[in-house]
């Protein structure tokens, strides 16, 4: 288990790296944290990583073994990283995976889920912004 997870790295158009990370957040740990290098930064209720996740996902075969870094969100809930060589890949792609109770694992490619998580946090924080201006 990790309190901070990485989601997604990715190159920037200047050839720079930059990273988006998850964590925890909020007084009734409720809410997850975002955190782009790049600068965009917020936090999600853990009900819109669920719409994202579901939005995007599929179920993870049983026989996929997932070793990686974990978020505990607590409740049963995990968000898992991990690495899979599919045979029809060149290489390996990096994948989230959303674990709830009752409820079989969800896998998303780790760049489109985080992509959507990136696009909420600056959705929301442009909805604050102006919302503090009028």
């Known amino acids: 288990m990790t309190d901070r997870l990485l989601l997604d790295e990715r190159i920037l158009a200047d050839g720079s790296h930059a ?72 290489e390996g792609r990096d994948y989230l995976v959303w674990e709830r109770p009752n409820a079989e694992p969800i896998a998303v490619i780790a760049t489109h889920a985080t992509a959507a998580l990136r696009f909420l946090v600056l959705r929301l924080g442009g909805e604050r912004s102006q919302e503090s201006e009028g």
């Open 19 to 90: 990273r988006t990370y998850a964590s925890l957040a909020g007084a009734a740990a409720d809410h997850i944290r975002i955190e782009d290098e790049s600068g965009a930064a917020g936090d999600l209720s853990i009900a819109a990583l669920d719409k994202v996740m579901a939005r995007y996902g599929l179920p993870l075969e049983a026989e996929v073994d997932t070793p990686g870094d974990t978020l505990d969100l607590g409740h049963g809930r995990r968000l898992r990283r991990f690495r899979f060589h599919a045979i029809v890949d060149a």
